[in-house]
Structures are given as structure tokens and as C-alpha cells.
């Protein structure tokens, strides 16, 4: 599940907003204390 989660957080595109993942809409000083 784990591996599932950042993929689909981190990595699939999202029509929604443009084709970017949907991590891209969490402001980047937030990015270290998410992704451990």
C-alpha cells in the first residue's frame, strides 16, 4: 500500500489540475515533512 500511495500522490498525472501529480498543489516548503 505504501508504494501505491506515493505513486498516486507523487507521481500519476491528474487531469483536474493540468496533468501535474497532485502532490504539485502542496506548497514546496511542505515537501520534506511529506515525503519520509
Known sequence: ???WLHH????RPH???G???P???VLLN???GLHN
Not at 498516486?8 to 507521481?11: A, D, E, L, M, V
Open 1 to 3: 500500500l505504501t508504494q
Open 8 to 11: 498516486y500522490n507523487w507521481h
Open 30 to 32: 511542505n515537501v520534506v
Open 23 to 25: 502532490i504539485s498543489r
Open 15 to 17: 487531469m483536474g489540475i
Open 19 to 21: 496533468g501535474q501529480p
